[in-house]
């Protein structure tokens, strides 16, 4: 239904699709393939919900008994290779640091809050002498040099 991350709350939109093959080895299964879904999340920027397309591969192997050597192992028991945990750990592994909707996002107006994606803000902006970029203000007006 959702995964949380980071602080960030992910609600599926879409089905979880796996797809792969496995390899035994007499012991231990090897399982290769790929993971698909859409998550419903929050842009960094803007703050506004969008539908994040996720995919990645994976390349895992399954055991019996625990491994100190081999901590990133999983475990089965019998014939049943339970995917569930190893999908979870690939999604949460594979999210992106910082959700944007678009590369092209604006974001927020820093003064008055409006989202620059949907229109201009109409607030003085006015960086003051102790702001900490206050030095890179030449950087905005036009008689620039370079």
């Known amino acids: 239904?959702?995964?949380?991350?980071?602080?960030?709350?992910?609600?599926?939109?879409?089905?979880?699709?796996?797809?792969?093959?496995y390899q035994y080895t007499g012991e231990n299964f090897f399982v290769k393939g790929s993971i698909a879904t859409?998550?419903?999340?929050?842009?960094?920027?803007?703050?506004?919900?969008?539908i994040l397309i996720f995919q990645t591969e994976f390349d895992e192997e399954f055991a019996q008994t625990n491994d100190e050597e081999n901590p990133d192992r999983y475990l089965y028991v019998g014939k049943i290779i339970?995917?569930?945990?190893?999908?979870?750990d690939?999604?949460?592994?594979?999210?992106?640091?910082?959700?944007i909707c678009q590369a092209e996002c604006k974001?927020?107006?820093?003064?008055?809050?409006?989202n620059l994606n949907k229109g201009q803000c109409h607030c003085h902006?006015?960086?003051?002498?102790?702001h900490p970029?206050?030095?890179?203000r030449f950087l905005l007006s036009d008689d620039k040099e370079v």
């Open 1 to 21: 239904d959702s995964i949380e991350f980071n602080g960030d709350i992910y609600r599926f939109v879409a089905p979880i699709k796996v797809m792969g093959t």
């Open 38 to 50: 859409e998550l419903e999340a929050v842009c960094y920027r803007c703050l506004e919900p969008f």
């Open 82 to 88: 339970p995917l569930d945990e190893m999908i979870k």
């Open 90 to 99: 690939n999604i949460l592994l594979n999210l992106p640091m910082k959700n």
């Open 107 to 114: 974001g927020l107006c820093e003064n008055c809050g409006v």
């Open 125 to 130: 902006k006015e960086i003051k002498e102790d």
């Open 133 to 136: 970029f206050a030095a890179l």
